[in-house]
């Protein structure tokens, strides 16, 4: 079920797609590739939504046994190792450049992953056994790599194959990948037998069967807006950037996972926490490095151009 809120929320999209109709994506639709403004063949996309919707199945599986197996603090500070798999993966997909403050960010982000790995003994006084503990680690780790992945794939599907700039575009690569995971994940609810404890997890919820369906309902609600942002961000800027901006919130959910929930926040957890908000911020400084030298550059350019007009004028 946790697993399945995660995409369910696709239907709140609809209303958006079907405004954005076929006949207004045509006058609104920028090429990213001039010589090419077609769609891809139906085909195509089919197995582009089909294929990124069995990656959400599976990554948002390994997101819900983590969450299940780790306390939150520790969840949120091994999800920000999305940083450096996403480097390392648009590197390959994005022709991204490792600069000295992204590598500095991967080093930062990996020691904080290790500190937390040879933590076990220390998360153990927490209750949860070791050989859960290990679960839980691998699974965030697995699913941070995939999610990275899934970005960079996505980044390189909207300039390679769809190639077109609109929001329907974006809606569709949300709408219908989406679909394909809510699927996968109602056939592995009844596959599991879960489907039978349901009533029960429902009457049994401390605040009551309304209580537990508005939790699930507006679950899958904040995840679908989620996405669709990260999606917008991708078109727009890049997966490197989407990821860096997902994890904005990485220094609060720590401490606020220790004010609500009761985590342990020991010495090792604090250090790991310190290094990944420096990894962080390497990255918001590269950003930032890079949209300065792109404002100098298109200064540059229009200087030149304009320059070249009053020559002509001449």
């Not at 983590?66 to 969840?75: A, Q």
């Not at 980044?155 to 329907?168: D, H, P």
């Not at 056939?187 to 039978?196: D, N, P, Q, T, Y």
């Not at 917008?232 to 401490?255: K, M, R, Y």
Request: charged residues 10%.
């Amino acid at each position: 079920m946790a697993t399945l809120v995660q995409s369910a929320g696709f239907p709140i999209l609809l209303p958006l797609l079907f405004f954005f109709s076929p006949s207004s994506r045509s006058t609104t639709s920028t090429p990213l590739n001039t010589s090419s403004t077609k769609l891809p063949p139906l085909s195509t996309l089919a197995f582009l939504y089909f294929a990124f919707g069995l990656m959400l199945t599976g990554d948002n599986l390994m997101y819900s046994y983590g969450l299940l197996y780790l306390p939150v603090s520790t969840y949120s500070l091994l999800c920000a190792t999305q940083l450096a798999f996403n480097a390392l993966f648009s590197f390959f997909f994005n022709s991204q450049k490792f600069t000295p403050f992204i590598l500095n960010s991967l080093v930062l982000l990996t020691i904080s992953a290790t500190l937390l790995a040879v933590n076990t003994n220390s998360e153990n006084m927490t209750g949860t056994p070791k050989g859960k503990y290990v679960i839980g680690f691998l699974c965030t780790l697995g699913a941070s790599s995939t999610y990275s992945l899934y970005l960079s794939l996505v980044q390189l599907s909207f300039q390679k194959v769809i190639k077109t700039e609109t929001f329907s575009a974006v809606l569709d690569m949300q709408i219908y990948p989406s679909f394909v995971a809510t699927c996968g994940c109602v056939v592995g609810l009844f596959a599991s037998g879960e489907w039978k404890i349901l009533r029960n997890e429902m009457e049994n919820y401390g605040k009551g069967r309304v209580f537990y369906m508005m939790t699930l309902i507006w679950t899958a609600v904040t995840w679908k807006i989620s996405s669709i942002a990260m999606l917008g961000l991708i078109f727009e800027v890049s997966s490197l950037f989407c990821n860096v901006i997902s994890t904005l919130a990485l220094p609060v959910v720590p401490i606020l996972a220790v004010m609500f929930f009761h985590d342990k926040m020991d010495g090792v957890k604090v250090t790991a926490l310190l290094l990944a908000v420096w990894g962080f911020l390497s990255y918001i400084y590269q950003h930032y490095l890079d949209d300065s030298k792109s404002k100098v550059n298109k200064t540059s350019n229009n200087e030149a151009s304009g320059a070249g007009a009053v020559m002509n004028v001449c």
